[in-house]
């Protein structure tokens, strides 16, 4: 990544007000800039916004400005792309003059609508092709819902439709499907997340416009590490209730903090610098948010000496705390209830899928070779935790008090013992999160949850969360005794409800109760099968 020092950011200001923007044409040389041929770890981009809507310039005026603000990366919009269909050659030839690389393409599409889902899905297609041409990695879409996203349905339907985008581009492509966050507020933004289908979209942060929803980014770059491939760095400040772009650091943004977070998270990807308001000119406006971009990565941060290195993928998780035996449930009999609830529960999110098809973006393989490769890795699986907690996370169907209440029954059904419990394996989280999904049975459930929770300060006199493991204990066995009045039965209804969804989550859907509980081991052929080996199940 090329860097620069104060004196060269003096001198590239200085030029930017005083030289027309035809006079660069020749400033740079070498060729057309291959994304996927970039050096591993942070690299900065510039996008054309500040020139195509601020100074309303042309691309090429738009490029040749890029060039001379110091950017060896551009991205601009899905219609500037578009424009060189047919002769993509064009614009790397036009790219290649100013020694300029084209990393992604923004395409704002509105899928939510049945006409113009299809549509745009199509022209994502195209556009990923002329991406795939200009040697880029990824598409990058931003959403146009006109805020009708309000229910379960809808946002199930947004999370198909941007799958679909996300497979068919992968599919026709190789590249992925990055989606930038522009939802109204925190709520359809953590929906949104949970619905999403973590195999075909992947996010691009804009970190400011989650603080203008009161979202923390940092943690959101700790947590969905792994699925953030893309950052567009956009600063402003509020005045009078009203947003203005303003230069990179020079407003709200945290850039120091973000940049941090992103080195700790090892990202390998493209960060975007993007201004639509010029504040001095478009020439300045981008040198002076490069500058403190990169003065930012030189500087040290206080954890260096131990920092990884910024030239893998991998996100670093914390471990799995070693919890002590809880309650004396049977495992056996609860294996033997996963099997039976992967088969109950119809519609499982991709609450915790990880792909293992990812960005190949410093190799072309093909799609066999992908699958094989990923095959082997499967069958050698090793176990990793869950990413860490959202800091932002807010349950979605259960109020604060309930869901203190459903997290103490997912840990008593499965506790930690030898091997993590249901609740490292985030089997709360996924309960509300399927629980909020079914619309239909929302008054249903909350009549239930209602019932156990004042069943239990009947008996016992304080919530469930607050009970004592014995009493916790003799409340559930009460819950499936002989005894229980037909009043008290939503209760125990509520009950096998949750231990049902904990039984999925845990055993089928993270890999704390599938490789750790179960010791599955992955698609590995068996030279012979013995058939059951249980001593009692034996003569």
């Known amino acids: 990544m090329s860097s620069i020092n104060r004196r060269d950011f003096v001198k590239s200001t200085v030029l ?13 040389s070498g060729g057309y800039r291959s994304p996927n ?30 060039a001379q603000a110091g950017y060896e990366w551009a991205e601009g919009s899905a219609d500037d792309l578009l424009a060189y269909e047919g002769r993509p050659e064009e614009l790397r030839a036009l790219l290649g003059g100013l020694g300029l690389g084209w990393i992604t393409a923004l395409l704002t599409a509105n899928l939510l609508d049945q006409k113009e889902g299809v549509r745009h899905i199509g022209r994502a297609v195209r556009t990923a092709r002329l991406l795939q041409a200009m040697d880029a990695d990824f598409l990058t879409l931003k959403g146009d819902w006109g805020g009708v996203l309000h229910d379960p349905q809808s946002f199930r339907l947004v999370s198909k439709r941007l799958a679909e985008a996300g497979a068919r581009v992968v599919e026709e492509t190789g590249l992925h499907c990055a989606y930038l966050f522009q939802e109204k507020d925190r709520a359809q933004v953590q929906k949104l997340i949970a619905v999403s289908d973590s195999r075909y979209v992947k996010f691009c942060l ?52 973000i940049l941090q977070s992103l080195c700790e998270a090892r990202f390998d990807g493209w960060v975007t610098v993007e201004q639509e308001a010029i504040q001095h000119s478009p020439v300045r406006d981008a040198a002076r948010s490069r500058y403190a971009v990169q003065s930012n990565l030189a500087r040290p941060g206080p954890s260096d000496a131990k920092r990884p290195s910024s030239s893998s993928k991998q996100l670093l998780m914390p471990g799995a705390r070693a919890g002590a035996s809880r309650l004396d449930f049977r495992r056996a009999a609860l294996r033997y209830f996963a099997a039976w609830g992967t088969t109950t529960l119809r519609e499982p999110a991709d609450f915790w899928i990880t792909s293992p098809f990812q960005i190949a973006q ?24 869950l990413p860490p907690r959202d800091p932002n996370f807010k349950p979605l169907f259960f109020a604060e008090d309930e869901y203190r ?13 030898e091997t993590p419990g249901a609740l490292e394996a985030r089997a709360d989280e996924f309960s509300d999160l399927i629980i909020w999904s079914a619309q239909k ?9 209602d019932r156990f929770r004042s069943l239990c300060l009947k008996r016992h006199g304080r919530a469930f969360s607050k009970l004592s493991l014995p009493e916790k204990d003799k409340f559930l066995t009460y819950l499936i005794g002989p005894s229980l009045s037909s009043d008290e039965r939503p209760a125990a209804r509520f009950f096998y409800r949750i231990r049902e969804l904990t039984l999925h989550a845990y055993y089928a859907g993270s890999p704390q109760g599938l490789f750790q509980a179960l010791g599955y081991t992955g698609n590995a052929y068996l030279t012979e099968f013995k058939g059951c080996t249980h001593p009692e199940h034996q003569g």
Do not use: F
């Not at 005083?18 to 020749?26: F, M, N, Q, S």
């Not at 393989?365 to 090793?382: I, P, V």
């Open 16 to 28: 930017s007000s005083a030289l027309p923007l035809k006079a660069i044409a020749g400033t740079k």
């Open 37 to 66: 041929q970039a050096e591993r770890g942070i690299k900065v981009a510039c996008s054309t916004a500040l020139w195509r809507y601020g100074a309303h310039a042309s691309l090429s005026e738009a490029l040749k400005g890029i």
């Open 206 to 257: 804009d970190p400011l416009s989650l603080t203008r929803l009161g979202i923390d980014p940092l943690p959101m770059v700790r947590t969905y590490g792994g699925r953030v491939i893309h950052v567009h760095l956009h600063d402003g400040v509020e005045k009078n209730g009203r947003w203005r772009d303003v230069v990179v650091g020079e407003g709200r943004l945290k850039v120091a903090d």
């Open 362 to 385: 410093h190799r072309r393989t093909s799609k066999m070779t992908a699958a094989t490769q990923a095959m082997h890795r499967h069958a050698n699986h090793t176990t990793v935790p």
């Open 405 to 417: 209440d459903l997290s103490a029954l997912v840990d008593a059904i499965i506790p930690a013992s």
């Open 441 to 449: 049975e929302r008054d249903t459930v909350k009549g239930e949850v």
